[in-house]
């Protein structure tokens, strides 16, 4: 069991003391940091050295261009040492160490000294060295007569060196022979020539003939070459210098081990679910059960998952030929079950007189088949209610014994609103339960090679929230669906049935004036029956940590109401939001909904990055509806939208929501569009910064009968955006992550229209003006 105190979404104004705080120890910081340059106590007789420069000179007399930006940023990667970091010309880390001394006396000096950054001196520097080095890089780029110089500029003290490589025009590929004695393997490799990462034309690179081995070597290993290695692949270079053209010769090193050149077959199959790392090995008499001819270690009931669930995943099989591929598809497939916390996949050459034959040998740890969880937490909102939460879950692994999995969850909840009334709580219980396949339940057969488990989703939840002095309001939910990876970066979820049904009841009077005040929310509230589908499309880089730009993009689609309406048509009813129709005698909806999210991810060398996102969304009520149900509608503002502003406070338009009614319900809109970009950069190993810039508001649609604020107008939308900018500061330990982000509005859509641009309006030392304007949003994790 575990409990936690969890915050979520919580922003709020900058108390004004807290706004004097901050804005005098950054002054006093930037006073500390411009005072020490981190020079003056160098030894005597160093210099710093600052860093280097790569100049390019063109030795031949020839019109072909060379990709200059190339060549310096290759070049730039032999510079040794790396100078000391900087930051707007200062070096807080080295001034932090030359602070301490070299002899520090002292916790806090020796504290600074341990999180400063040593001096780099100019003695360190090799210049003849990295000369070498620059010439050997260049070298394997196709520019094989290279030469590079360097020099020294010297300051009172500093010292940097100038590179100066003196290039010619990049070598190119006139032919590529493939000359492999050995006809079988020589066929593969001709047959897998559309493929090839080099051709007739392309530049010089010898990392680039390095990845083309490897490529070879993985299209050798799918065709039951299990011993072969990139390093048995030569490629032979013979150059023209009057043409600057290289001829390459492809083919296999001497000396080559039999076994490389042999195609292996799967033999046996061996396959132990139950194994335990600490496991001794078993005799050789113990029962065993064949399925589709692979033996399953132990007796048929001992088996806790049924084996052939076990053999929709396993895609080696006996007497077939050995693949690379089908290897990593088990492997992966097993391990995406779910049940498993370890999976091995062991091949050895098989103990008979043939040759060329493997044995595979499955060893599978399992997690336990049931688990406990209970979580305390404290959640305080934008909203002001604050209060306890409890969730409760079991999770059951291998239901039926086709590791199917159970979960079983109850949350409740208590939130009031501090300084406020005590009569103003609500209270909350919300049971579920979700049951996931590892398959496609269907009806017909659906085969996939992919190396992930599709998934079938059953879920059924119902959730009670009584909000005292407002309202009771009921939801049931049920969902049947599937998700499914093609690849490691391309997720799709498909839902063909998604219901909900809420009931709003004991509405009292402080709640119907809110409603009689927006009209089109009262609509929305009645109409909360909604029976459709959905579809999401997710394709994401952002496990590819050495990519130096990730990107990021998601698109959803959903309908309701449809089948609702064709079945009214096919009766003779047409269904129209004047007299809409109902179905188990609720109104139904009937809508389209569409957003797309994308983000890039630019990673620089020092680990800072730039994060930029773009969120567009457009939904359309049709038929029986004349507005979207209000759990269907598109919110800006707050922590992960645009942090200037309170949650869920932005639009519809130009209009400014109020504070008194913004604590019971929010105004959405059927329209949305958010900017955002950040700088983010470390600042002392778990801590990091951020400067940001957010952008974004909600519309209603014209033919919306709500006249709250301005409609979506192509004219004139971008001069009805909000922006806001701040700084934050995020605690990062991985696998948590709390932020802090404090933000300031530079534009207010709702003000008149020569107006909205507030930054000459900016006053820190203003405590009304921070009160007003200054936002604190903590959270938890990166807002995109």
Known sequence: MKFKSRIIDRTNPIPSFMGWVYKHVIILVCML???????????????????????????????????????????????????????????????????????????????LKKIGEAPVLMSAVKPRVTSAVIDSKLFNIGIFNSLTESSIVEKKRTSSIIYTSFIHQRFTIKEIIQSIPQDSLSHIIHIANNMSL?????????????????????????????????????????TSAVNRTVSLRLTLKENIPENALTVYRINHVFINQNFSLSEEPKDSTIDTVMVRRAVFMGKADEQSITPRVIMRSVFLRKNQIYSRENHNITLNRLMSMGNFKFVQVKLTESDTAATGLLDVTILMTPLPKHTFRAELDVVSKTNYYTGPQLNISVLNRNTFRGAEQLNLTMAGSFEAQLGQNNSNYSYSLNPQAELTFPRFLVPFSIKSRSRYNPKTRLLLSYNYMKRVVYFDMNTFQFIYGFKWKASTRVEQEFNPVNISYTTVRNQTDSFN?????????????????????????????????????????????????????????????????????????????????????GRAYYNFEDKNKIAMRVYAGVANPYGNSSVMPYSKQFFSGGPNSVRA???????????????????ILQLGGDIKLEMNAEYRFGIYRFLKGALFVDAGNVWLQRSNPSKVGTPFLFPTFMNEMAVGAGVGLRLDVSFFILRFDV???????????????????IDFGNPSWRTRNLVLNIAIGYPF
């Not at 710093?48 to 070049?75: F, H, P, W």
């Not at 990667?77 to 301490?100: C, D, H, Q, T, V």
């Not at 080099?198 to 050798?220: N, W």
């Open 645 to 663: 502003f309170q949650i869920n406070s932005l639009g519809p338009g130009t209009n400014q929501q109020n504070d008194s009614t913004r604590a």
């Open 198 to 238: 080099i051709h007739v034309g392309d530049e010089y690179s010898l990392d680039l003939l390095k990845t083309e081995r490897i490529r070879i070597d993985a299209v050798l290993k799918n065709r039951g070459y299990f011993y072969f290695n990139p390093d048995y692949l030569l490629f032979k270079a013979d």
């Open 33 to 111: 940091l411009v005072a020490c340059s981190g020079t003056r106590h160098l030894p005597k007789g160093e210099k710093l050295y600052t860093g280097a420069e790569i100049r390019l000179v063109r030795t031949d007399n020839t019109a072909v261009k060379v990709n200059k930006g190339l060549i310096k940023s290759i070049a730039k990667e032999s510079f040794r040492p790396i100078p000391n970091g900087s930051f707007l010309g200062m070096r807080p880390k080295l001034s932090l160490y030359m602070y301490a001394g070299e002899n520090p006396k002292g916790k806090f000096k020796k504290w």
């Open 743 to 761: 933000a300031m509005p530079l534009r207010k859509p709702w003000l008149p229209d020569n107006q909205r641009w507030v930054i000459n309006q």
């Open 513 to 597: 004036v809110i409603l009689k005040k927006y009209p089109f929310l009262q609509k929305s509230y009645e109409e909360q029956f909604i029976a459709g589908a959905s579809y999401a499309f997710t394709y994401n880089e952002m496990f590819l940590p050495a990519k130096k730009i990730q990107y990021y993009f998601q698109f959803n689609a959903e309908t309701a109401g449809n089948l609702f309406s064709v079945a009214k048509l096919l009766n003779g009813e047409h269904a129209n939001s004047t007299n809409p129709s109902k179905m188990v005698g609720a109104i139904y909806s009937q809508y389209a909904k569409l957003n797309v999210e």
